[in-house]
């Protein structure tokens, strides 16, 4: 008859241990999902970037939309000016300026997405 082998000493595998850690590569995306004060912070970083560039934008539109008004009744003979037999003010505030304002939202829309998109790698960055 074989003799027994010696009975071999148990090892305990627990699973915790064996998952990798997270060190702090993540933190800022933590931070957004657990709402801290510095995701916190970050969320109104790109609101107030996002409120600026919309401010900005609706500047330029009074600007470029509400001076012809003012244009016209200072300069009446830019008013009298006839294009293609319509009067200057017409071709102006009815017709090209829908170009101008589908051209400031495309401008708008862009830059929103490059905020959003510098605000993605911003979390997604690697801390050093």
Same mark, same amino acid.
């Given at each position: 008859?074989?003799?027994?082998?010696?009975?071999?000493?148990?090892?305990r595998v627990v699973l915790a241990d064996a998952a990798p850690r997270r060190g702090?590569?993540?933190? $800022?995306?933590t931070d957004l999902t657990e709402?801290?004060?510095?995701?916190?912070?970050?969320?109104?970083?790109?609101?107030?970037?996002?409120?600026a560039l919309a401010?900005?934008?609706?500047?330029?539109? $009074?600007?470029?939309?509400?001076?012809?008004?003012?244009?016209?009744a200072?300069?009446? $003979?830019v008013g009298a000016f006839k294009?293609?037999?319509v009067h200057l003010p017409w071709v102006l505030l009815g017709l090209l300026s829908f170009?101008?304002?589908?051209?400031?939202?495309? $401008?708008?829309?862009?830059?929103a997405e490059r905020n959003e998109q510098d605000f993605a790698a911003l979390i997604r960055r690697p801390e050093r």
């Open positions: 008859m074989a003799a027994d082998p010696p009975p071999r000493s148990r090892t702090g590569s993540d933190r $800022a995306g709402q801290t004060p510095i995701g916190e912070a970050l969320v109104k970083g790109l609101m107030r970037a996002q409120l401010l900005r934008l609706a500047l330029v539109v $009074a600007a470029g939309l509400g001076t012809l008004p003012l244009l016209f200072v300069a009446p $003979a294009v293609f037999g170009p101008f304002l589908v051209g400031v939202g495309a $401008a708008y829309v862009r830059w």
